[in-house]
């Protein structure tokens, strides 16, 4: 899928998580129509985030990451901060609401 720079494995994303402040990750499926249509949107958005960094992951790709991050369902947008998940946004992705919670989380660091 065109979006963010694509995660090769679950180490991969473990090791961006841990090792970076702020981390966006989307996880999608390349059969899910609602990933393709929404990654168009959110992704100006986030590229717009100067010390936010961003990567993707496709569910059906690496089965391992519906357990990693209890993911039951896709697209899925996380946000880590430290290491820590601080914003989860499931199935029904709104850009505004997405930047209005990742607006005050940075707001608050």
Do not use: W
């Not at 961003?54 to 990693?68: M, N, T, V």
Request: charged share 30%.
């Amino acid at each position: 899928m065109d979006g963010f720079k694509e995660a090769e494995s679950v180490g991969e994303l473990r090791k961006l998580i841990d090792n970076e402040k702020l981390v966006f990750v989307f996880l999608y499926g390349e059969h899910c129509s609602v990933c393709h249509g929404v990654m168009p949107q959110i992704r100006p958005m986030i590229d717009s985030y100067n010390d936010l960094t961003s990567i993707q992951a496709d569910i059906e790709k690496l089965r391992i990451l519906s357990g990693e991050f209890t993911v039951f369902t896709v697209p899925v947008v996380l946000l880590f901060l430290e290491g820590k998940e601080v914003l989860r946004i499931a199935r029904f992705i709104r850009t505004e609401e997405l930047k209005d919670k990742i607006d005050r989380i940075l707001d608050s660091v």
